[in-house]
């Protein structure tokens, strides 16, 4: 009999690996809703890539939205139940497109760790994504940061809440220039802002930043910051892996370890992720949170993967 995996594409051949994957780790797969009421997602814009959503009535009247996100609907449903919840998915998702003129159906697969997560289980999910990008069978890069470290620099610099937005766009833009002009009409001194400089748009392999980063630590946020990418990262091969602390995290949502990955051969990010206990807290779950997602339309260039 004809082998059944000779009939698949290389496509559906590599989101098989993804899932032997997750499943070996005791990850089970779960399906989403298509759609949940516009006020669930109103009322968690925050945590949204864009407030633009597809609306339409329901037979009862209430209003409906496609999801635009699979992360918040998996914890409304499967956010509490005071164990350890290890979840993946397959799932299509609707938002803007990259060019902002249309909707683009997204395929995405991804993964979720749910309720009682400590350092055992956050390491886990970044082993998972290190071997997520290795099964593509390209050259790969999986970039770290932590909400932490950029935050805790902002204090130790007593930088004006109204300065911090502009920084940490020149900041996740690697714009020193732009960097240095906010900084100076937030009022800081030439060595503050030269120090900012060094420290936020550091960026290098693990091997030589971590040891770096301890050093341009300022307090005790900045410093735990360091010491748990060092631990999460601890096994992996640091050849693929770059500390970056320019990756952009939103403290309303993130609250820990930030990553994304890519590939050679594409442009964009084809994996995200990072802890997001804050959500949690806001949708009235216990426990903390760390996942990521793969994009398989971006991944497969586009093409429509289910």
Same mark, same amino acid.
């Given at each position: 009999?004809?082998?059944?995996?000779?009939?698949?594409?290389?496509?559906? $051949?590599?989101?098989?690996?993804? %899932?032997?994957?997750?499943?070996?780790?005791?990850?089970?797969?779960? /399906?989403?809703? %298509?759609?949940?009421?516009? %006020?669930?997602?109103?009322?968690?814009?925050?945590?949204?890539?864009?407030?633009?959503?597809?609306?339409?009535?329901?037979?009862? #009247?209430?209003?409906?939205? *496609?999801?635009?996100?699979?992360?918040?609907?998996?914890?409304?449903?499967? #956010?509490?139940?005071? #164990?350890?919840?290890?979840?993946?998915?397959?799932?299509?998702?609707?938002?803007?497109?990259?060019?902002? $003129?249309?909707?683009?159906?997204?395929?995405?697969?991804?993964?979720?760790?749910?309720?009682?997560?400590? /350092?055992?289980?956050?390491?886990?999910?970044?082993?998972?994504?290190?071997?997520?990008?290795?099964?593509?069978?390209?050259?790969?890069?999986?970039?770290?940061?932590?909400?932490?470290?950029?935050?805790?620099?902002?204090?130790?610099?007593?930088?004006?809440?109204?300065?911090?937005?502009?920084? =940490?766009?020149?900041?996740?833009?690697?714009?020193?220039?732009?960097?240095?002009?906010?900084?100076?009409?937030?009022?800081?001194?030439?060595?503050?802002?030269?120090?900012?400089?060094?420290?936020?748009? *550091?960026?290098? #392999?693990?091997?030589?930043?971590?040891?770096?980063?301890?050093?341009?630590? /300022?307090?005790?946020?900045?410093? $735990?910051?360091?010491?748990?990418?060092?631990?999460?990262?601890?096994?992996?091969?640091?050849?693929?892996?770059?500390?970056?602390?320019? +990756?952009?995290?939103?403290?309303?949502? =993130?609250?820990?370890?930030?990553?994304?990955?890519? +590939?050679?051969? %594409?442009?964009?990010?084809?994996?995200?992720?990072?802890?997001?206990?804050?959500?949690?807290?806001?949708?009235?779950?216990?426990?903390?949170?760390?996942?990521?997602?793969? =994009?398989?339309?971006? *991944?497969?260039?586009?093409?429509?993967?289910?």
């Amino acid at each position: 009999m004809e082998n059944l995996l000779d009939i698949l594409s290389p496509q559906e $051949r590599t989101v098989l690996s993804f %899932r032997a994957l997750f499943e070996s780790k005791g990850y089970r797969r779960i /399906k989403a809703n %298509r759609f949940e009421e516009y %006020r669930f997602y109103l009322e968690n814009i925050n945590f949204l890539r864009s407030e633009q959503l597809i609306t339409f009535s329901d037979l009862d #009247g209430r209003l409906r939205a *496609l999801k635009p996100d699979v992360t918040l609907s998996i914890v409304k449903h499967y #956010g509490s139940n005071g #164990g350890l919840n290890k979840l993946y998915y397959i799932e299509n998702v609707y938002r803007p497109g990259p060019t902002g $003129r249309s909707f683009a159906e997204i395929s995405q697969m991804g993964l979720e760790c749910i309720g009682k997560v400590g /350092k055992a289980e956050v390491s886990e999910v970044l082993y998972l994504s290190y071997e997520s990008l290795k099964l593509t069978g390209k050259p790969f890069r999986l970039s770290v940061s932590h909400v932490g470290f950029i935050a805790g620099l902002m204090k130790s610099l007593k930088v004006p809440t109204q300065y911090r937005g502009a920084l =940490y766009e020149s900041i996740a833009s690697k714009n020193p220039l732009g960097l240095r002009m906010t900084a100076e009409a937030a009022g800081l001194s030439g060595e503050n802002i030269d120090f900012l400089q060094k420290a936020a748009l *550091l960026s290098g #392999g693990a091997d030589k930043v971590i040891d770096t980063a301890f050093k341009y630590c /300022k307090n005790s946020e900045m410093h $735990r910051a360091v010491g748990q990418i060092k631990d999460a990262i601890d096994g992996l091969d640091s050849s693929n892996i770059l500390i970056d602390f320019s +990756i952009r995290g939103d403290e309303d949502y =993130y609250s820990g370890l930030m990553f994304c990955g890519y +590939i050679k051969g %594409r442009s964009r990010v084809v994996l995200s992720g990072g802890q997001y206990d804050n959500m949690l807290k806001k949708m009235n779950k216990e426990g903390r949170a760390i996942g990521f997602a793969l =994009y398989l339309s971006e *991944l497969f260039g586009g093409e429509r993967h289910a």
